[in-house]
């Protein structure tokens, strides 16, 4: 006689022993393959990422018939997961199987994760390690002329939920595009590599021979590039940076922002904040000291530090609120704003935006590059992008005037009342002006002081003359901006202007369905 439930634990069984075909421990000759290639397998860095025991898996049962088991899972592993105590869902290519490449239920599954991530309103964190379409599926107009709607599921999820893309292995072709679509990007140096085809493709169409290092690498793509924001050494750090990525932001744009205790007193007053911006012009500084004496302790998380190094884009907290701070760096072309700076400031206002962090600018900046070579890279729609996306910013936006607040560059950085500041602040060492003194007296006073007695003690009198006219106190007389404070003092105003400021202004615009982007 059959006990009761005997078939139904006979079933389970046969289920289980299905689903442990997939698992590493099933699999020791594939993942030894996979950790000599990398550091961890598509598992193990799923189990990293995700808050201990709470990755739920989908379709981890999911096989190709006509592969089987040497397709555990399709090559695709989804499910949900709590990262830092908050739902996400999670998608990890597995380059066992058959390097990683998307067959067609393995697009399925990573379609149904984004698709429920867009209804839900959950973080989408891509663990990328592969090539695009498996060649033996896409192959076959019967298949691949269907398509899927993924794309534009991610397109319509864009500033509705964070969405990070790690990129830990080999990465050409539809990786890449994922990538380029997220939020965040971070790569591991001497292991990733990112392209819209590989080597060997690129061989076949073109007859350029590039190794994938050269081509696409981590230190290229987040340096050079800047289709990457951070470059790791280790996948530890790159799995860590993306935890801390999602933990400044919401899990969706219509959650309030993620506060975080802290015991650093929101008056802490900087000493060496009255002698980090030197008064003369011409000497640089690191205006990154300046965020981190502002921001509280240890909480500032820079995003593409190594490309356009003239702006600093970098998430910190103030009183354990997240804000976007955009710094120009004196270090680096003397802070002043060209193509890649203006696209990488462009992205990081609309992301601030979408997500509901305020902005900070500390403005320190000479202007916008000019010439030939500023030309080329089509600085016009690009200087004309960052300023859109500052003018459909409806988070608060403060301003700091630290130095230089010259020309077009000033009202780029939200200076004075250009794009509505809530507020508008300058230290003792600014100065404000339509574009360097020495330029303009060049440009306007040649012909008097060239004609003078002594030509360079007149041009140095126009310039001391007009020196004299840019002091802040009279940006402070003319009512531009709205106080001149002791630089100690900024850490306390700005808490205090966040204290009372809306999490949202009214946009105000009219009647229309979308704003173009100048691109």
């Known amino acids: 006689m059959t006990q009761p439930g005997a078939d139904t634990r006979e079933r389970l069984a046969a289920i289980d022993a299905a689903r442990a075909e997939g698992t590493d421990a099933s699999r020791p000759e594939a993942v030894a393959r996979q950790h000599k290639r990398a550091t961890f397998t598509a598992r193990e860095r799923v189990a ?144 990733s590599t990112m392209g819209l085809a590989g080597p060997a493709l690129v061989k076949a169409g073109t007859g350029e021979d590039f190794g994938a290092e050269a081509m696409g690498g981590a230190d290229i793509q987040a340096g050079r590039h800047g289709l990457a924001d951070l470059a790791c050494d280790s996948e530890q750090a790159a799995l860590l940076a993306v935890r801390r990525f999602l933990s400044f932001l919401p899990g969706n744009a219509r959650l309030p922002l993620p506060m975080q205790p802290t015991d650093d007193p929101s008056d802490r007053r900087e000493e060496a904040l009255l002698d980090i911006v030197p008064t003369s012009t011409r000497h640089g500084y690191d205006v990154r000291r300046v965020i981190a004496a502002v921001a509280d302790h240890a909480s500032p998380f820079e995003i593409k530090p190594k490309f356009a190094a003239n702006l600093v884009t970098s998430f910190a907290r103030l009183a354990g609120r997240p804000v976007g701070f955009i710094a120009n760096q004196p270090q680096r072309l003397g802070g002043m704003l060209d193509a890649p700076a203006c696209e990488k400031g462009a992205h990081f206002i609309a992301m601030c935006d979408a997500f509901g962090l305020p902005l900070i600018y500390l403005v320190d900046v000479p202007g916008f590059s000019i010439g030939s070579s500023a030309e080329r890279t089509m600085l016009g729609r690009r200087s004309a992008k960052l300023l859109h996306e500052l003018g459909q910013a409806t988070v608060p936006r403060i301003s700091v005037v630290l130095r230089k607040g010259y020309g077009l560059g000033y009202l780029a950085m939200c200076g004075g009342r250009s794009f509505e500041a809530d507020a508008c602040l300058a230290w003792p060492t600014a100065e404000i002006c339509a574009m360097s003194i020495e330029g303009s007296v060049d440009v306007a006073y040649r012909r008097q002081y060239e004609n003078a007695a002594d030509p360079p003690a007149a041009r140095q009198a126009i310039i001391d003359g007009i020196r004299a006219k840019v002091d802040p106190l009279r940006a402070a007389e003319g009512y531009g901006v709205d106080d001149v404070i002791d630089p100690r003092d900024t850490r306390r105003r700005l808490i205090d202007i966040l204290d009372r400021a809306p999490a949202r202004h009214d946009n105000r615009l009219p009647p229309k369905f979308r704003s173009i982007v100048p691109v």
């Open 48 to 191: 990293l990422l995700c808050d201990a025991g709470s990755f739920t898996e989908m379709g981890g049962l999911a096989r190709d018939e006509a592969l089987g088991a040497r397709a555990p899972a399709d090559g695709m592993i989804t499910g949900a997961a709590r990262i830092d105590g908050r739902w996400a869902m999670v998608v990890a290519q597995d380059f066992t199987v058959f390097g990683g490449s998307s067959g067609v239920l393995g697009s399925a599954k990573m379609g149904r994760a984004v698709a429920q991530a867009l209804q839900q309103g959950l973080p989408l964190v891509l663990l990328l390690d592969g090539g695009g379409h498996r060649i033996q599926d896409g192959q076959d107009s019967r298949h691949f002329a269907r398509a899927n709607p993924m794309f534009h599921d991610i397109a319509r999820m864009s500033g509705w939920v964070p969405m990070a893309a790690a990129m830990l292995g080999a990465g050409f072709a539809g990786p890449t595009n994922y990538a380029g679509m997220a939020d965040f990007v971070v790569m591991v140096r001497g292991q």
